[in-house]
């Protein structure tokens, strides 16, 4: 409810989504629009209350009236829920605010201070908020900008900001400020003076850009040229000496500075011509500013003209807007220039044009070079006009220097002469895209500078090198850096402009690559589209550089990746995804390729993301459970994870019949899930997602492996109590002969753990027997494992190294296997009791190695134990104490009391034989801390005795 009481007070937002302040903060989530649009139009109400009729024509103008006047009703009624009772009042006739309810909105202050910069010109601590308020302006209501009823406030609130933003520009002086006032007013005079004499202070390259935009906007907006005045202030400001240069912010591009810094001094002499090409944003208008300063420091008169599209001003616009500056009076050249060239009554013919245009840069007192920027959207009569030009500065005194992009398909550059030189400019190597990011992000100066770097390698990757790209994520909306989903809005209108230029079967193929990522190749699109229909989209793609040129199909550029993904809605990605994970499947089935059914069953599961349905969701689920599985047993934990998620979801969402035949796949996708979590270090839900898997689960087998999932967490902590606990209710849970020895099999090695290996071995043998009965060999082999461990426990070492030899023929998989790594570490251990050292070290590093790729902290840890036990034996005390301190650092966070005391006790005898003695006490002191965090009295008797005696060679196995 709303924290304003009938006597107290009502804040109420109307700028953005229309909201009230609520005892939970702001609310601007409403029941209906209506309820919205009632509490705007009456907190508007100079007098805070309306006629029923008249809110009833305003709200509901197109209803008849009696119905108009029982939505009213409803409105106000739903109003009231979300601000409260006593507020808004109403009989028959008139709805109100109750007056003793003070009404508080962000419109009247921004009103009030708005009133307060006309009335005096705002202080310079002022002008941010000043900005600020003028930023948000046009957001009044802005979930009804089209209603008749807030088409009054509006234009009354924009008269108004349109005065402050004039009293800031005043006040503030600032280019940026009087920018502001040109978006009400686009050829305002007096604002266009502050913007050019701003952008000549930036440099004589700045004030020929601002000029650009000035012309094109006085001949979109006034068709004709800009005033005089305009034309005298800029080429006024071109004769001011420009204020010494800033230092350079050139990043990268080495070889093309260096081609440039050679041909600067032909240029200069005159008789040159040449152009910089390159796809858009990649550094050409930069690396040509660069160039055009060396040429003034030079004594050159340097006239920039500037392309843009579908120019207002006429195919030569840019080129008489350039010499016009220097011809201020009538001139037949440029006047033919200014009325669209060739074809007047005084009979210029193309060759004839280019000739007197030749002549007007003949006719400059100075050297003269002219720049043309953007030459792609140039009229194809300048295009043909600049080509002749390039032929005809042979020998003159002016050179021409042209600028382009490469990759605008339907807007190509002009052809140029041989004579003519060209610059290919290329994108930035990553190590220079990270340097220009830190500049521009401000690196040196961050408070956090690993996660500034974190920010910097996340624009590296998205802009591709490009600098127009990174420069515009950098400052992304509101000065923030763009790192995640987002795309800057300049970045986006431009790949978007792209986009409209291909045929829908090639936009087809486009997304299919963008989805299909590291995956899409030819074959794939030809599946999918068919050869020719996928050579042709292909050529297109490439012709409108889009695709990479390479063997595989990629977006030219990840940006464009996002806008292809970003513009496809839920119906179009399922149908993409659908149709790459039935082409994958093909491809799969054909190369026996696992890598492409695990991707097949990723796209399968997107496709029911993207749109879910009940018919998509159990192929969505067995697809991505079987895939998020393999993904583990790759040693993949994050990415597994997230697809036994959406699996998973995929299999909650599924009709009831089709569930039925999924739950055993379900059990085993939340016991996959769960030892991801373990993996990833999230012990909590591990244990929520193996709850999950025993409370869906139906079969003896599945209920036993859930149950001897938990019993496990407790065992990693060394909490082995609670872990036969769980194992004893397990065993009551169940009478299947399979399900109670795997139950039993950790049971006795739980009772092994605790030093009762007597007790544990007929348990452990008997669970064997059933496995290797039963042919289940991969439960044989871990039975065998605990059987061959309990044995050397009990000193039969022999016996215990012959079973683990067995262990390893039953676990009949490849060198990778989670569980050989195991019987390698424990074998070692066996073959140090049987004093073969060399051979021990070996199975053990050989078992750690593939244990790493896991990333299972516990088993990692106790290789390391029996690595240092070695390494003592060998003595070789140094290797011992590395191996158990990465043992102490593999535990840490995990709770294991017990195997922490052990490593420290070990630790303490180790550097005391060392000579180490004030490292032995630490030791010795953690050691005993450690017990006592365990409070388990068989770790206490354990350290206690190991300490005595000086010497944990042999500490009991894992």
């Not at 007047?344 to 004839?352: M, T």
């Not at 169940?734 to 006795?748: H, K, M, N, P, W």
């Not at 082999?781 to 070492?797: E, I, K, P, R």
């Amino acid at each position: 409810m709303a924290s304003a009481k009938a006597d107290g007070t009502l804040d109420v937002r109307l700028i953005g989504r229309v909201a009230v302040r609520t005892m939970a903060g702001w609310r601007d989530e409403w029941p209906r629009p209506a309820s919205r649009r009632l509490v705007a139009l009456l907190v508007l109400s100079p007098t805070r209350s309306a006629p029923r009729e008249v809110v009833a024509d305003r709200l509901f103008g197109h209803l008849p009236a009696d119905r108009a006047l029982r939505n009213v009703s409803k409105a106000l009624s739903l109003a009231r829920s979300v601000v409260g009772p006593g507020i808004f009042l109403g009989d028959s006739a008139t709805l109100w605010i109750a007056e003793s309810v003070e009404v508080r909105t962000d419109l009247a202050q921004d009103t009030e201070q708005a009133h307060r910069a006309l009335v005096s010109p705002p202080p310079p601590e002022g002008w941010a908020d000043l900005r600020a308020l003028l930023a948000r302006a046009d957001q009044l209501l802005s979930e009804d900008l089209y209603e008749d009823w807030a088409q009054d406030v509006r234009r009354d609130h924009e008269a108004l900001t349109r005065e402050a933003a004039l009293a800031l520009a005043h006040s503030s002086g600032l280019g940026t400020d009087w920018g502001r006032v040109l978006t009400h007013d686009p050829c305002d005079v007096e604002a266009w003076s502050a913007v050019l004499t701003a952008a000549a202070g930036r440099g004589p390259a700045e004030l020929d850009a601002a000029y650009a935009e000035c012309r094109l906007v006085h001949a979109q907006g006034l068709q004709g040229p800009p005033p005089a005045a305009l034309r005298r202030l800029t080429e006024g400001l071109r004769q001011v000496p420009s204020s010494p240069a800033e230092s350079d912010v050139t990043v990268g591009h080495e070889a093309e500075l260096r081609w440039i810094g050679n041909r600067v001094g032909v240029t200069a002499r005159g008789g040159d011509s040449w152009v910089v090409y390159g796809p858009a944003g990649i550094g050409k208008t930069h690396l040509l500013c660069r160039a055009t300063a060396s040429l003034r420091d030079q004594a050159c008169l340097v006239q920039w003209a500037t392309c843009v599209a579908a120019d207002a001003g006429g195919p030569f616009a840019p080129l008489s807007s350039a010499l016009r500056l220097a011809h201020t009076g009538s001139h037949p050249v440029v006047d033919v220039l200014e009325r669209g060239g060739s074809g007047g009554s005084q009979g210029w013919s193309a060759v004839r044009l280019a000739d007197d245009v030749a002549a007007v840069l003949d006719a400059y007192a100075e050297r003269l070079v002219l720049v043309v920027d953007d030459v792609h959207w140039a009229d194809p009569a300048l295009k043909s006009l600049l080509s002749r030009l390039c032929a005809l500065a042979s020998g003159r005194r002016w050179s021409l220097l042209m600028a382009g992009r490469s990759d605008e398909a339907d807007h190509p550059l002009p052809s140029v002469p041989s004579s003519t030189a060209s610059l290919r400019v290329t994108a930035l190597t990553p190590q220079e895209t990270a340097v220009l990011a830190r500049r521009l992000l401000g690196h040196d100066r961050a408070t956090d500078p690993v996660a500034s770097e974190s920010v910097v390698q996340a624009l590296v990757t998205r802009s591709g090198g490009n600098p127009f790209f990174l420069t515009e994520l950098a400052r992304g909306a509101g000065g923030a850096p763009l790192t995640g989903g987002d795309l800057p809005e300049r970045v986006h209108a431009l790949l978007r402009r792209r986009l409209s230029l291909i045929t829908t079967a090639s936009h087809h193929a486009l997304a299919l690559t963008a989805l299909a990522g590291e995956r899409a190749t030819v074959p794939l699109l030809a599946r999918v589209l068919g050869e020719q229909e996928a050579d042709r989209s292909v050529r297109e793609l490439r012709s409108h550089s889009l695709l990479s040129t390479t063997s595989a199909p990629r977006p030219v550029h990840p940006l464009l990746r996002e806008v292809v993904v970003a513009d496809l809605t839920a119906v179009q990605t399922c149908e993409v995804h659908d149709q790459l994970a039935r082409a994958l499947t093909g491809l799969a089935q054909e190369s026996d390729r696992r890598d492409l059914a695990d991707a097949a069953a990723g796209h399968a599961l997107s496709a029911y993301t993207a749109y879910p349905t009940s018919e998509r969701a159990p192929g969505a689920a067995a697809a991505g459970l079987a895939s998020g599985g393999r993904m583990l047993r790759s040693f993949t934990p994050e990415a597994a994870a997230n697809i036994l998620e959406e699996a998973l979801a995929a299999f909650a969402d599924s009709a009831a019949d089709d569930k039925a035949g999924l739950v055993p796949a379900a059990v085993g996708g939340w016991l996959d899930l769960g030892r991801c979590r373990l993996l990833l270090g999230d012990a909590e839900g591990a244990e929520r997602a193996f709850r999950a898997g025993l409370e869906l689960a139906e079969q003896p087998l599945d209920r036993a492996r859930c149950y001897r999932r938990l019993a496990a967490l407790h065992y990693r902590t060394g909490r082995m109590a609670e872990t036969a606990g769980v194992l004893e209710v397990a065993l009551m849970d169940t009478a299947d002969e399979l399900a109670r020895a795997l139950l039993e099999t950790e049971l006795g090695w739980t009772l092994h753990r605790r030093g009762r290996a007597s007790e544990a071995l007929p348990i452990l043998q008997r669970a064997t027997q059933v496995f290797e009965d039963g042919g289940s060999w991969d439960l044989a082999a871990w039975s065998l494992d605990y059987l061959a461990m309990t044995h050397v426990a009990l000193g039969d070492v022999d016996h215990g190294l012959a079973l683990l030899d067995r262990a390893l023929a039953r676990d009949g998989v490849s060198a990778d296997h989670y569980r050989r790594g195991v019987l390698l570490i424990h074998r070692g251990g066996v073959l140090r009791r049987l004093g073969r050292l060399e051979e021990a070290l070996g199975a053990v590093n050989e078992g750690i190695r593939i244990v790493r790729r896991t990333r299972d902290r516990y088993v990692l840890s106790v290789g390391c134990r029996i690595a240092a036990d070695i390494h003592e034996a060998e003595g070789d005390l140094s290797g011992a104490v590395s191996a158990r301190t990465e043992e102490l650092t593999l535990l840490r966070g995990t709770h294991n009391h017990r195997h922490v005391a052990m490593a420290h006790a070990h630790l303490a005898s180790l550097y005391r034989r060392q000579g180490r003695t004030q490292e032995s006490d630490r030791a010795t002191h953690a050691a005993r801390g450690a017990v006592e965090q365990s409070a388990d009295a068989d770790v206490a008797e354990a350290v206690a005795a190991l300490l005595d005696r000086g010497n944990t060679a042999g500490t009991p196995g894992s």
